[in-house]
Every structure is written in C-alpha cells, then in structure tokens.
C-alpha cells in the first residue's frame, strides 16, 4: 500500500505557526512516497527562482521534444545528441559551441608565439607574461558572471562577452610590443568566462540525475577548441596564409586571427536571437510575467562565496582546468624547444591534448553520475579524488619523458585525466547550493583560471622539467581536499558504509514495520537546501 504526504504551499495556512521565513520555503513542496517494500526518498526542493505558483499557462513551451521532468521545473530527462530542438537541446548545442568559439579566440596566437617571439625580438619571460595575462583576463569576469547569470540567464551574457572578446581577437594582428601583446590578451581572455552560462546553462535545463553528463559534455566540447585551434591556427590558416604571402610568416600570424573574431560575431548574434535561458522562456520576459523572482546578484554571490564547498571545489579545478589552460599556452613551444620541431609539427602534436576532449570530460561527468546512482555525493568524491591522483601522477612521468613518442604517449593519458577530472568537478557543484548555481559555478570556473596563472608563473620561473613536476605534486596534494567536502543533506567521502549501495543505505531510515519516518526525511530535504532551517521549524509547521 503506498502513502503519499504532499505539503503544498498554503495548505497548511491555518496554522498558527504559519508565517516565518524559516517556513516559507517548507510550505512550497515536500513530496514523499514510500511502500512496505520500497523506499522512494524526496526530491530536492524547488532550486530555481521559477515561482512554483507560476500558472504553466504562462510557459514559453507547452510541449517538449524531449522527456522532461515536471518537478524539477520542465529539466530534461535525458539527452538528445542529435536534436536541436528548443529550448533543451538548443540550449545544449549553444551552450558548448560557443564556449568552443571563445576557445578558438581565446588562443589563436598561442601556436603562433614562436613567430609572434621572431617578428617582435621579444624573451620567453614575456610571451609567458602574456600567457599569463591571457588566462587572468576572464577571473574578474568568472567571479562577476556567475551572480549575473542567476539574474539576467545566460543568453545575453553569452553573447554579449563572445563580442567582446571577438574585436581584440581581430586586432591582433596590430601589435607591435610586448607589453602590446600583453594587453591585447588580456582583454582576449574575457572570453574565458563563457564556462560560466555554458555551466550554468546545462544546469539549468537538465536534471539533477544527468547534470553531471551533461555539464561535463558541454565543457569537454567547449574546451576542444584548445585543441581545434592548434590544428586550424598553427598547422592548416598559417601554413595557407603564409604561402599567399609568399612565404611572408609575419605577415600570416598577423591575418590569421581575423578568422576566429568573425566566427565569434556571428555565434553572438546567433546565441541572443535563436536561444532561450530556461525551459520556462526566457527571465525577461518571466520577470515580466511574475513567474520569476528578481534576484538580488550581490546576495547570490554572498551566498556561493560563504559556503567552505565552494572553496574546496575551487583548489581542485585550478588543478586540473588551470593545468589545461597551462598546456595550451606550453604545449607547442614545449615541443619545439624540447624535440626541435618546427611551428606546424609542434602544434599539431600540442592539439592532441585539446583534441582528448572530445570524450573525455564527457566520460567523467558521465561516470561520476553513476557513481552518484550507486553511491551518493560519496561515489562523485571519489571518482573526483582518483581523476586528481592519476592525472598528477602523469603530469610528472611526463616532465620525465625524453622521448618523443614517449611523451606523446603519456600526453594522452595526461590529458584523459585532466578532461575527467574536470567533468567530475561540475558533477559536484549543482549540488553545492542549488539557488546559487550560476555564482557558485562562476567561482569555481575562477579557480581554473587562478590555477592557470599560479602554473604559468611556474612556467615562467622555472625550467620546464622543474615546472611540471612542482604542477604533478600540486595536483596530486588537491586530490586529498576531497575529504572535508561536505554537502547539506549528502553523503561524505569517509564513511562507515562507504562501499553500499545507496538502495541498500536507504534501509536504515525504514523501520521493522516498514514505515518510512518522514520527520527525518523532511528534515534532512529542508536542510540540503537551506541551512538556516531548524528542526524545531519543521516540527511546528508540519509535526504538530
């Protein structure tokens, strides 16, 4: 026989201990099924600023191509690779191109810096400086994002920083200094901070069941253009323009990024116009509509920002998307410097590690969903910590590898780790604080980047062997921080019951009659999603 409790909001109204803040959010939905033989545990509450009084009438979308889930606000349940329909997968396929396009931009040059080092008689310190610059350039913009994506959604932000990362792009070809080159990309660089609405962007349209792959393929995708973009620039637009030019290399890396700006202006125009920020329409007009809350950005980000997960999970992505960043500023002048190849070998070998996105941040967001299926958050933390331990094991067999084919070799198992890692990272942070997700992930997305700059400066000090091996350990000392993440309402990475099922875990809430203590569950329900809830709150709201 099954039992079924909704709480809906105002249902209860007449009870005189109706009206605290603390119960507002209680009231809006609880669900709880359970039977003598099964146990079904609640969903998470509601984590969007969607009123959940909102009349569906009001929906931008009354039908979906794809299977959705109604009570976490019409997110898709599943995901259609080859679909393009609104809003879902549309959502989806903007989401990852165009942080591919910003990759493209982001680091067109960067196959090019021996010739860019030719032309302008410039040292190594200060191509790295540039190097550094380039990844600094989008940590503000990370950091401010986030808070901006939770009140405005993340179609406009999208397009509106591809712009302006697009018209430096374009204007590189005018540098004529160090110190030119060295401003130019960091205002590049801004188009880093795409990771944010593309993560912020799959978070909002898929559930919490298939986030975690979803997050993770749209980051491997978009993170592929560092690797696409050391093929096109540096061994397919160069080699062509230089021979247009008659053998003029000056005068092709001073052409060539004019290619990714245009790809980049075009992608803007396309996100703001043919895209939509939820499954519900669009904030602006749901603002309008009053089924969406005005947000406050300042409140949100106060909110990621004071959470200790937040800051744990930011340490563990500067060590493994701040080290792919490192590698696609190092990779090529690594490999010319090291084995004396020329610009074009060294940068079709360098793309290889970009090219490992193709699956491989996919497949950790993929196997950390179902660690999560079978173990909880405690199966996501350690398929996160394990992602962290190979991949700095490989970072250091790298910096040892003297042969060619050899450090190709470990290259790619280098890279696997490091797209895993990262895939598995954004498994975690939908959880962190669901109201909060976009300045949650922003700061997280800025942990890349001040990784990127820690490494760089690594690089820039320090011979390359040396510089490797300090990134190896740092990576491999980070995958320890998984042990003090501890989520509201989830499981924890040490426990008595590491290795059970979550099926068989559940039991221990289901007494010797097989009732389900429903105090419990709704306690443990209100605290994951807020933690200014007491249980004396619940037990005089709903127990009483």
Partial sequence: MTVRQDVEHGAISDSPNVGSNNESILLDAVEVEWDHDDVSLPIDLPSDPVNPQSNDSLRKFQTFHIRVNPEQDYRADEIKLFSFA????????FAWWCYHVAFLMWFSITPLLSEVQATLKIS??????SSIAAVTGTIFMRFVLGPFCDKFGPRIPMGLVLIASAIPTGLTGLV???SGLTVLRLFIGVGGSTFVMAQYWTSRMFTKEWVGTANAMVGGWGNLGGGVTQLLMGSIIFPILKNLYDGSAEKAWRTACVFPAVIGLITAVCV??????SPSGNYSKMKKQKTMENVNARKSFQKGANNANTWLLFV???CCFGVEITMNNASALYFRDEFGLRTESAAAIASIFGWMNLFARGLGGYASDKCNARYGMRGRLWWQSICLLLEGLMVIVFAFSSKLSTAIAVLVFFSIFVQAAEGSTYGIVPYVNPPVTGSVSGIIGAGGNCGGVVFGFCFRQLSAKSAFIVMGSLIMVSSLFSVFIAIQGETRLLSADIFKPMTERHQKNVDVEGSLDLRDVVVDTI????TSFSEQAVDDTIFT
């Fill in 86 to 93: 609104r809003p879902h997968m549309r959502a989806f396929h």
């Fill in 527 to 530: 605290a994951s999603s807020d």
């Fill in 272 to 277: 703001i116009k043919y895209t939509d920020d």
């Fill in 176 to 178: 004529q200094s160090a």
């Fill in 316 to 318: 563990q992505y500067a």
């Fill in 124 to 129: 190594d310190k200060e191509i790295w400086s």
